[in-house]
């Protein structure tokens, strides 16, 4: 499955799926159950932090122009079919309409014709911020 981000807590392997699908598994390798489903099902790219029973979900949405890397929390808890994400903050995004990173992009995998974006690289973004998470 792509974009399948996991975590471990209580017991249990936690998988943030696109578009926001949360699975859980005990052995983290079979038999995972679907759980409940947060955000938006525009959500793709995404990077996991847990920080006691906090989970920090930092991701992107499909449409958005300018592209952008947002944040939100999760506080977990016993029942996961209960669990809401709290609401986002934007934590990076393009700065001027001339940012040089400016270009088509296509989704060919969900969108048939190309769309005008802000392109600032999300996945390399969301591994430095998680990388200053675990450092700092």
Same mark, same amino acid.
């Given at each position: 499955?792509?974009?399948?981000?996991?975590?471990?807590?209580? #017991?249990?392997?936690?998988?943030?799926?696109l /578009?926001? *699908? =949360?699975?859980?598994?005990?052995?983290? +390798?079979t038999?995972?159950e679907?759980?409940?489903t947060?955000?938006?099902?525009?959500?793709?790219?995404?990077?996991?932090?847990?920080? #006691?029973?906090?989970?920090?979900?930092?991701? /992107?949405? *499909? =449409?958005?122009?300018?592209?952008?890397? +947002?944040?939100?929390?999760?506080e977990?808890?016993?029942d996961?079919?209960?669990?809401?994400?709290?609401?986002?903050i934007?934590?990076i995004?393009?700065?001027?309409?001339?940012?040089?990173v400016?270009?088509?992009?296509?989704?060919p995998?969900? +969108?048939?014709?190309?769309?005008?974006?802000?392109?600032?690289?999300?996945?390399?973004?969301?591994?430095?911020?998680?990388?200053?998470?675990?450092?700092?």
């Amino acid at each position: 499955m792509c974009y399948f981000r996991v975590f471990q807590w209580d #017991g249990y392997y936690y998988a943030l799926a696109l /578009s926001g *699908i =949360f699975y859980r598994s005990r052995n983290g +390798l079979t038999d995972f159950e679907w759980g409940p489903t947060l955000f938006t099902k525009n959500m793709r790219h995404s990077a996991v932090k847990l920080n #006691g029973s906090t989970l920090y979900v930092f991701y /992107s949405n *499909i =449409f958005d122009s300018p592209e952008r890397i +947002l944040l939100a929390t999760i506080e977990l808890t016993v029942d996961w079919m209960s669990w809401k994400e709290s609401e986002a903050i934007t934590v990076i995004e393009p700065e001027m309409d001339s940012d040089p990173v400016t270009s088509e992009i296509g989704l060919p995998l969900l +969108l048939p014709l190309p769309i005008r974006a802000r392109n600032i690289q999300i996945k390399f973004a969301l591994s430095l911020l998680i990388s200053a998470c675990v450092v700092g």
